[in-house]
């Protein structure tokens, strides 16, 4: 079954340090990976995503995210936070091909205070 | 150009009775799907649909169902409400639902079941 691990449900961080919000994923089948971030009250915006390729994948707002196929983890970094990065970051992974349903982590708060 | 559109933007309902949601999916894409979102946690899957047929369910009841129209513009019904239907109802749309196309979010309808 596919699912997705969020180990973190708050990562906080000091504006200009670099921030990591972690995933780890479960697929039978290659996966595609995304992330998404949603502000209050708002819908989810897209943020990047992994299909293949590069392992290093880079996205909106600085952010970039390393896909890591042998720890099944796809973590999202960015170097400098910014105080308007924080909001809830959700990690989400669709087998590719196959299914054509995102799976969701449960959601990581990031706060980066000034 | 216009992203996701969704309607109404927030409605209240009593249980029992029935609700309708709108999609209008982002100019080019044909490819609807519907997530509901419940507070404090990831959006679920409900159901995508592609050429006017449902083509993958999430592990909803009977009483969700949906509607493709030949403008790719989608509708999701709701009978018979409970008050644990109340959630954030997001739909997301892409070009080729099998792809790894970017699947782009609706700002989503609230829906308050009392």
């Known amino acids: 079954a596919q699912s997705v691990a969020q180990p973190e449900d708050q990562v906080n961080v000091a504006e200009g340090n670099p921030l990591t919000v972690k995933c780890t994923y479960s697929?039978?089948?290659?996966?595609?990976l995304f992330w998404y971030v949603q502000y209050p009250n708002r819908g989810l915006q897209f943020l990047l995503k992994?299909?293949?390729?590069?392992?290093l994948v880079k996205g909106s707002y600085g952010f970039e995210a390393e896909f890591n196929k042998s720890q099944t983890s796809f973590h999202l970094k960015k170097p400098s936070a910014l105080v308007s990065d924080s909001a809830l970051y959700f990690c989400?992974?669709?087998?590719?091909?196959?299914?054509?349903?995102?799976?969701f982590g449960s959601g990581t708060r990031l706060l980066v205070r000034p | 150009d216009a992203g996701v559109t969704q309607s109404p933007t927030h409605l209240i309902k009593t249980r029992g009775q029935q609700v309708t949601l709108r999609c209008s999916p982002k100019?080019?894409?044909?490819?609807v799907s519907w997530y509901q979102q419940a507070l404090g946690q990831g959006p679920q899957f409900i159901f995508q649909?592609?050429?006017?047929?449902?083509?993958q369910r999430g592990n909803f009841p009977d009483r969700f169902s949906g509607h493709q129209f030949p403008n790719y513009s989608s509708e999701l019904n709701v009978n018979a409400l409970l008050l644990g239907d109340s959630a954030l109802y997001l739909c997301?749309?892409?070009?080729?639902?099998?792809?790894?196309?970017?699947?782009?979010f609706g700002e989503g309808s609230w829906l308050t079941v009392v």
């Open positions: 997301a749309s892409s070009y080729r639902g099998l792809s790894g196309n970017t699947i782009y």
């Open positions: 697929v039978s089948g290659n996966p595609y």
């Open positions: 992994y299909i293949t390729g590069d392992n």
């Open positions: 989400a992974v669709r087998e590719a091909d196959s299914s054509y349903k995102l799976i």
């Open positions: 100019s080019g894409h044909d490819t």
């Open positions: 649909y592609y050429e006017e047929e449902e083509r």
